[in-house]
């Protein structure tokens, strides 16, 4: 996967939610409609870039990847919260 960034130097961003033991990031990608999932030792409120994961042809993202803010809502919670929502 490229890291080529695009021409302006930016890069999108997503937001980013950690298991407990913060090994595992998911990060929501619209275009693909999914979660993906990058796995390493991560550190809430703070920004990662990440190649994308994405599977669908036409994301903005398989070029660069993407940048990831990390929050410091527990990702358990948000896939609760989801689960609310169906
Ligand atoms: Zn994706």
């Not at 990058?38 to 409120?45: A, I, T, V």
């Not at 042809?57 to 990390?70: E, K």
Request: glycine share 6%; proline share 9%; charged share 15%.
């Amino acid at each position: 996967m490229s890291r080529i960034r695009p021409a302006n130097g930016a890069v999108p961003f997503l937001y980013g939610y950690l298991n407990r033991a913060h090994t595992v990031l998911a990060v929501w990608c619209p275009p693909c409609n999914d979660w993906h999932l990058h796995h390493d030792l991560y550190r809430p409120g703070t920004t990662v870039h990440a190649e994308a994961a994405c599977t669908r042809p036409g994301s903005p993202y398989r070029a660069g990847g993407y940048d990831v803010n990390i929050t410091y809502i527990p990702l358990d919670h948000v896939l609760r919260q989801a689960r609310l929502y169906r």
